[in-house]
């Protein structure tokens, strides 16, 4: 059996594919362990799958796992985890933003304190841009006030998991898991590593404004009710509005001082509408989910996997993975 996989999911990584397996492959080996690479591409366009398949041929250990189209960084590690073979499974991506020489601290660290996670925590992420620190900050807060306290300030998804935490992942029914809030709040014993996160090595991040509110808002609606309670009470407190506005307007008749009153119903309109597209926006939110969840479609489909016992890479698989 392997003992150890580490699974990288890819998209248009060609120019870092090569600065990583320089780092990567030296750390494995010098493990003394049994491993594997399941490195997962998410419909890339620049070259990444080629390079990886020309790296293979001098590294067996190396798997490439090609999925259709691209399917976001979440999926596509759902993926390798569902592929992965290792009894311990290390997640990490190929910007060499998060160290490979701390898989070695982290595999040891679960040995010796028999954990089951063991968190990559960021000590230091002056190298991240001031927006970027500061919309992370704000992330993390967040979600510690609507997940729960478990959730790490400075841990993405740099880990490592024992079988037993990737085979129930793999077993959970979410159509759109967040892998850094879902896997603490299983509740496995875990423990922690420390690093000083680096630049990336090469190309251009994965993860611009428009996925990391993306991603904001799968962590939201699919770990917390909070936008529906948000909702109720924003209905609440508009109505209360609306009960002063009727006092004024029937205290105005009494006392004969009737004017026009276009500006005070404008804004009422505006305010009443505002706040039902706001609350209808987050219901369509939790139903498209829902609806998602029903129809039970893949979140992603394999093309191929080099590590499949037929070898072959040009044959498509038709292999799916279900939430």
């Known amino acids: 059996m392997v003992t150890l996989s580490v699974v990288t999911p890819m998209f248009n990584e060609r120019a870092a594919v090569d600065h990583f397996v320089a ?3 030296p750390v494995l080996d010098g493990l003394g362990v049994t491993y594997e690479v399941v490195a997962v591409d998410d419909g890339s366009s620049d070259g990444t799958v080629p390079r990886l398949l020309e790296l293979r041929d001098g590294w067996d250990q190396l798997r490439v796992v090609k999925l259709r189209r691209n399917v976001g960084h979440q ?3 759902g993926a390798g985890l569902r592929a992965a073979r290792g009894a311990y499974v290390v997640s990490i991506d190929a910007d060499l933003q998060d160290p490979p020489e701390a898989i070695g601290e982290m595999l040891a660290k679960a040995r010796d304190e028999d954990l089951d996670v ?6 230091d992420r002056s190298t991240d841009t001031p927006f970027k620190r500061k919309t992370a900050g704000v992330y993390y807060w967040l979600m510690r006030r609507l997940v729960g306290p478990w959730v790490s300030g400075q841990a993405g ?3 490592l998991m024992s079988r037993p ?3 129930t992942l793999n077993d959970l029914p979410e159509q759109q898991p967040v892998y850094r809030l879902v896997v603490p709040s299983l509740g496995f014993p875990s423990g922690e590593v420390t690093y000083v996160r680096a630049e990336r090595v090469a190309g251009e991040t994965k993860y611009p404004l428009g996925k990391m509110i993306k991603l904001s808002l799968d962590s939201v609606t699919s770990f917390s009710a909070a936008p529906l ?6 209905g609440l407190v508009t109505f209360v509005i609306c009960l002063g506005l009727v006092v004024s307007g029937l205290a105005a008749w009494a006392f004969g001082v009737v004017v026009p009153g276009w ?3 404008y804004l009422a309109m505006l305010l009443l509408g505002a706040v039902q597209l706001i609350c209808l926006g987050m219901l369509g939110e939790y139903v498209g989910r829902i609806y998602a969840s029903t129809q039970s479609r893949p979140r992603y ?4 996997d080099t590590g499949d016992a037929t070898g072959e890479v040009d044959v498509p698989l038709v292999t799916s993975g279900r939430a």
């Open 229 to 234: 309670k948000i909702a109720t009470w924003l």
């Open 75 to 77: 999926s596509a590690l």
């Open 263 to 265: 500006t005070s119903l």
């Open 165 to 167: 935490v990737v085979d």
């Open 118 to 123: 063991v968190y990559g925590v960021r000590s």
């Open 157 to 159: 998804d740099f880990r």
């Open 23 to 25: 780092r990567l492959r």
């Open 301 to 304: 489909l394999v093309a191929f």
